[in-house]
Nanobody, 116 residues
């Protein structure tokens, strides 16, 4: 069973930065797309950023030029560097990985809170 564990959330002031990490482990598998999503109470979970196995990335309009997604294929790890944080970035951030033949797996989420 593939396990996905996020880390790196916390409390930061507006304008500050946070770096989220997500590691997939358990068994032998190949990971294709890795992505970050976020959710606030009462709203649907939304895609923040996605990165393919060859490193091609795309971003939600609201975070483009502030957030950077990257990955380490040797460690099945994906990162989200979040800069110039705003109060509306406050959310629970979830990591999703797609493992070839295994399907999709989600992490448990990590809270990021931006104080104004």
């Amino acid at each position: 069973q593939v396990q996905v564990v996020e880390s790196g959330g916390g409390l930061v002031q507006a304008g500050g930065s946070l770096r989220l990490s997500c590691a997939a482990s358990g068994g032998t598998f190949r990971v294709s797309t890795m992505s970050w999503h976020r959710q606030v109470p009462g709203k649907q979970r939304e895609l923040v950023a996605r990165i393919s196995s060859d490193g091609a990335a795309n971003y939600a309009d609201s975070v483009r030029d502030r957030f950077t997604i990257s990955r380490d294929n040797t460690e099945n790890t994906v990162y989200l560097q979040m800069n110039s944080l705003r109060s509306d970035d406050t959310a629970v951030y979830y990591c999703r990985i797609f493992a070839i033949y295994w399907g999709e797996f989600w992490g448990q989420g990590t809270q990021a809170t931006v104080s104004s």
